[in-house]
């Protein structure tokens, strides 16, 4: 059974740092790319982060690049995305996706884990 599961979201102090997990269950990583997305209640879900096993390519948007990093690990089938230097705006729903090698689109999804950045 494919499987996402986030965890490690919770409150922080701006300037702080999460560290953010994936349990990928059922996915292979040289079959799929994985990312990061954040939802704040009234906008669009915002891609963050994604890596790529084949070749290790990673790309970051800009409101993130410089303070998170992406990486997985093959032996636990997990992936992690480090948050430092948090900020207010950070505050959203993150979820964990996963979209075939040659797909466009994510198509599986985990549930989303709550991060609070406080002033």
């Known amino acids: 059974e494919v499987e996402l599961v986030e965890s490690g979201g919770g409150l922080v102090q701006a300037g702080g740092s999460l560290r953010l997990s994936c349990t990928a269950s059922?996915?292979?990583?040289?079959?799929?790319?994985m990312g990061w997305f954040r939802q704040v209640p009234g906008k669009e879900r915002e891609g963050i982060s994604c890596?790529?096993?084949?070749?290790?390519?990673?790309f970051y948007a800009d409101s993130v690049r410089g303070r998170f990093t992406i990486s997985s690990d093959r032996a636990t089938n997990m992936v992690y995305l480090q948050m430092n230097s948090m900020k207010p705006e950070d505050t959203a729903v993150y979820y964990c996706?996963?979209?075939?090698?040659?797909?466009?689109?994510?198509?599986?999804w985990g549930q989303g884990t709550q991060v609070t950045v406080s002033a």
């Open positions: 996706a996963a979209r075939e090698i040659r797909g466009v689109n994510f198509k599986i």
């Open positions: 059922g996915i292979n990583f040289d079959e799929y790319a």
């Open positions: 890596i790529s096993h084949t070749d290790g390519t990673t």
